[in-house]
């Protein structure tokens, strides 16, 4: 059964304003008062929706996970082969969602590789890549060495891209990506 709009709109609002606050200081420095002020809502309307701030944190984290998956599962079943054309429709799907959740996406980039939410987005995309490769080959612990250099390549890129203000265009770094994964997927050919 799907959320009421007012109750969608609500939980949006407090999402956002916390991705807001937490872009100036860390989550346990912020206050419920100080989170309501800004999403224009009474405490008690935020008490409606989550139990705490981390329970509201732990909610962006799941619906960036969740806008993954749904990415990853469409890139899989239309990629059968791991090919440079769908590597490349990979990287433009991931550069239409970073667009199109561009708030989401700029809150992901500002956690720590150290975080949490880190660890789940780099779990599943080795899962993910995982999946892929050892359709091709049957050496799991070398595809195991292969996700983990892949999934960590693509990450650090991304976020260094981020760090350097996006001083290459999205077009650019899609193809600088492509081109470096298919390079290493390659080597398991």
């Known amino acids: ?78 990629a059968h082969k791991i090919e440079e054309k769908n590597i490349l429709l990979f990287f433009k799907q991931v550069d239409a969602s970073i667009r199109e959740h561009k708030q989401l996406v700029d809150y992901f980039m500002m956690n720590s590789r150290q975080s949490s939410l880190y660890s789940k987005v780099k779990h599943l995309l080795k899962e993910s890549v995982l999946e892929i490769v050892n359709s091709d080959s049957s050496d799991a612990v070398y595809n195991n060495y292969l996700a983990e250099f892949i999934v960590n390549g693509i990450l650090s890129t991304y976020i260094e891209w981020n760090n350097r203000k996006r001083d290459i265009s999205d077009e650019e770094l899609n193809s600088l990506l492509t081109r470096l994964c298919a390079s290493v997927v390659e080597m398991i050919k």
Not at 1 to 29: A, F, G, V
Request: net charge positive.
């Open 1 to 78: 059964m799907s959320e009421d709009r007012r109750i969608r709109k609500t939980k949006t609002s407090i999402k956002s304003s916390l991705i807001d606050l937490l872009k100036t200081k860390p989550i346990n420095q912020i206050s419920v008062t100080e989170l309501t002020s800004k999403a224009d809502i009474s405490r008690k309307t935020f008490y409606l929706h989550y139990n705490s701030i981390f329970e509201a944190k732990e909610d962006i984290d799941n619906d960036l996970i969740q806008r993954l998956k749904r990415l990853i599962s469409t890139i899989i079943s239309d």
